[in-house]
């Protein structure tokens, strides 16, 4: 495809995800002793196009050269491995294996039916009708050692406003006296624009128009955002304790406010559009190239109202090209996992592409700038999970989806291509399972590799026009892995508290499972709104094996207000973060114990670090007839002590009754269960204090809890030390056994 405007998918995770978070909520992940074979495809494609080859390295050390003719549909062997090793025999005067033939840099010629490869240093052709090798001087050409990306026209730099400079070289703008003046470069003249700036509200950040008649300056009022201050008891160079202190908003906090200004040089005229004041995230503008019109996003404090505003300088007139409201979060903070972002100017300054909920599922919708109308692309009960390309010549978008087929588990990732106009929808991949797919050189045809927690990768070629099957490539084979004992976890729905949306997880046994036994529940819980968690794709490892080898039956959860399902879904976290889903997982726990008699309800205890932290906490104070144990490590235990980013994204602005109802603070008079919190003393994401005043209250409602504060360490569960404690914790407390004296003589 050629001409495409590509979007790539390198989002950042929040700072709630750290390395810290995946490793606590996955668990260690050792390889199991047995090997697995056939799960992955390295293709190499022909120069012409028309096929492409492979090695399949198998049990025993063996491997097998597999040929695909593209035009054909046809996946067999690539010749005679016996034939040829005898025929490699014969030429080199050593030994060659058919099962282990040693080859590189294969190339076909189908219609000669000629192979060339490389074996030990040297170069041979091989006649596929008679297996009479020649001995090359120098390699074949065109041996293609990486697939050639086509090459598309530049697309033209968008402008970039200068911030002092005008674009045709003769004025400076400046900032004194908090007033904006431009001052020509050539010569004396000096025009001071504005006479309202003072402390306080000063003019900062002018920026000039493309045709440098117009300016823009914000009248910024400073924010009130305050310290938080972390102490190190005990630095590696020795001496006294340090003080280590940073800006740090919190919910409610007063954040910088900033006021457009508009002028027109040539008529020396200020003006004040009416567009408000901008007290959320600094503002991004975007002029048009003739110069006329000034373009910004605008989100609400709050995340309820998102819009895009243009301010005609030749009127002076503002509209809104996009305004949405919602009754609950506009999803604008932390970015969606989409790989694109919610507004794409697309070439020509006349058309959006715009990703919204506002039909209840986040789809794509397509804006006309000038009439400000929009028209949805995608449709239907599913999510738009990432957007790969959006191809503006031929007018179409690729993108990754989830939830679209019925009866599959809908956090599955499918990939599919629809038209600009909604027409041409396309599905590029169809089996049961979470979708990785490689593109031919040529982008007709995909290699689609799929699996599940349940199912090991399978591959197919796929067709880019159609999505339909041309023919199945591979299988994994688990054969050894399975002969170790090794088993897949479980992957596990029950219906939530609707009654109707179906919860998801997975269970994960010991593996020296016995049915006829109890076994006690672990779950590991991270239900921060900007994702989803339960792991979809294999793996030979054992994500959990740390606690499963211990006797832990270990689950893990997506209940309701975590993201990648309908909104509906999604809003049962807004301004309700204790909820954390509890009534869903608690449901599904009761149908895993209702299905498997081994499940041990009466004994689940619950473990999580940052959100994580607050929610394995919340499980005791608010759900403490279920749920029995906690360890949380460096929780957010009061959403108005942690970043205002985060929480007012999901609880809202202005901080109010609804943060206290949510806090783990507020409620430690609740407590019931067994509780241990451990947090690091540098904690740079969580504020440590935000447990330490977890513990003050649970002091003062007389709860029995531990604490462990960690010196030196930052955002995680405490290091070896904290991993020591969790474990001893969780089996004294469930399994019964009593922690043996670690500081007995050795």
């Not at 169809?430 to 990768?457: A, C, M, V, W």
Request: hydrophobic fraction near 35%.
């Amino acid at each position: 495809m050629k001409n495409t405007h590509r979007i790539f998918n390198a989002l950042l995770r929040p700072l709630e995800l750290t390395s810290f978070i995946t490793a606590l909520l996955l668990g260690s992940m050792p390889m199991a002793h047995g090997n697995v074979y056939k799960n992955r495809i390295t293709p190499q494609w022909s120069a012409d196009d028309t096929h492409f080859w492979y090695r399949n390295d198998l049990a025993k050390g063996e491997r097998e050269f597999v040929l695909v003719d593209l035009k054909k549909g046809l996946r067999e062997r690539a010749f005679d491995h016996q034939r040829l090793a005898k025929a490699l025999a014969d030429a080199d005067g050593g030994a060659f294996q058919a099962e282990n033939l040693p080859l590189d840099d294969l190339k076909f010629d189908l219609a000669k039916k000629v192979v060339t490869f490389r074996a030990k240093g040297s170069y041979f052709r091989c006649p596929l009708q008679t297996y009479q090798l020649t001995k090359l001087e120098k390699p074949p050409e065109n041996i293609r050692d990486a697939p050639k990306k086509p090459k598309g026209k530049s697309e033209p730099k968008p402008y970039r406003a200068s911030r002092n400079t005008s674009p045709n070289g003769k004025w400076r703008a400046s900032i004194q006296n908090h007033n904006l003046f431009v001052k020509a470069i050539e010569g004396d003249e000096t025009i001071q624009l504005t006479k309202d700036g003072a402390a306080g509200n000063s003019y900062q950040e002018p920026y000039w128009a493309p045709t440098s008649n117009n300016l823009v300056a914000f009248r910024v009022q400073p924010g009130e955002v305050r310290e938080v201050h972390l102490i190190e008891s005990s630095p590696k160079e020795g001496g006294r304790a340090k003080l280590h202190t940073r800006k740090y908003p919190l919910p409610g906090d007063k954040f910088p406010t900033h006021e457009l200004n508009w002028f027109d040089l040539a008529k020396r005229v200020q003006q004040k559009p009416e567009v408000g004041l901008i007290d959320f995230r600094g503002p991004n503008l975007r002029w048009t190239p003739d110069g006329r019109h000034l373009r910004y996003e605008k989100i609400d404090r709050g995340h309820q109202r998102f819009r895009i505003i243009e301010i005609d300088t030749l009127t002076g007139k503002s509209r809104n090209i996009i305004d949405e409201v919602s009754k609950t979060f506009i999803w604008t903070e932390h970015a969606q996992p989409t790989g694109v972002p919610r507004v794409n100017w697309l070439k020509g300054n006349k058309e959006i592409v715009y990703l919204s909920e506002q039909d209840g599922w986040r789809h794509l919708y397509l804006v006309d700038i000038a009439s400000g109308t929009s028209k949805q692309i995608t449709k239907g009960e599913f999510v738009v999970r990432y957007v790969d390309q959006i191809d503006e010549e031929n007018r179409q978008i690729w993108f990754r989806g989830s939830g679209r087929i019925k009866g599959q588990d809908p956090y599955l990732i499918h990939y599919y291509r629809i038209n600009f106009d909604g027409s041409g929808f396309t599905a590029l991949t169809e089996g049961n399972g979470y979708h990785k797919i490689h593109y031919s050189p040529d982008h007709r045809f995909i290699i689609d590799s799929y699996s599940r927690i349940d199912l090991p990768p399978v591959h197919e070629l796929r067709r880019v026009a159609d999505g339909r099957l041309v023919c199945k490539l591979e299988e994994t084979d688990l054969a050894e892995l399975k002969a170790t004992g090794w088993e897949s976890p479980e992957v596990f729905s029950a219906l939530g508290r609707d009654g109707k949306t179906r919860i998801w997880g997975l269970i994960s046994r010991p593996h020296d499972f016995d049915p006829n036994k109890k076994y006690p529940v672990l779950e590991a819980i991270y239900a921060g709104p900007h994702d989803s968690y339960v792991p979809k794709q294999w793996s030979a490892g054992n994500r959990y094996s740390s606690w499963t080898e211990m006797g832990f039956v270990v689950v893990k959860i997506d209940g309701m207000g975590t993201a990648n399902r309908s909104k509906a879904f999604h809003d049962v976290c807004w301004q309700n973060l204790k909820d954390a889903g509890f009534p869903d997982r608690i449901l599904w726990h009761q149908a895993v114990a209702e299905k498997h008699s081994w499940y041990d309800i009466s004994r689940v205890g619950i473990y999580g670090g940052s959100a994580g932290g607050q929610s394995s906490t919340g499980a005791l104070l608010f759900h403490p007839d279920f749920y029995k144990v906690a360890v949380s490590s460096c929780g957010c235990h009061d959403n108005r002590m942690d970043k205002a980013s985060w929480n007012e994204q999901w609880m809202g602005y202005p901080v109010g009754p609804h943060y206290a109802a949510s806090s783990n603070i507020d409620n430690a008079h609740r407590l019931r269960g067994k509780l241990l919190l451990i947090v690091g003393e540098l904690d740079n994401n969580v504020p440590p204090e935000s447990t330490l005043r977890l513990a003050a209250a649970l002091n003062k409602a007389n709860r029995d809890y531990d604490l462990i504060v960690v010196p030196g360490a930052g955002h995680g569960g405490g290091g070896r030390h904290g991993d020591r404690r969790r474990k001893d914790f969780f089996r004294e407390h469930l399994l019964g056994i009593t922690p043996p004296n670690h500081n007995a003589a050795q």
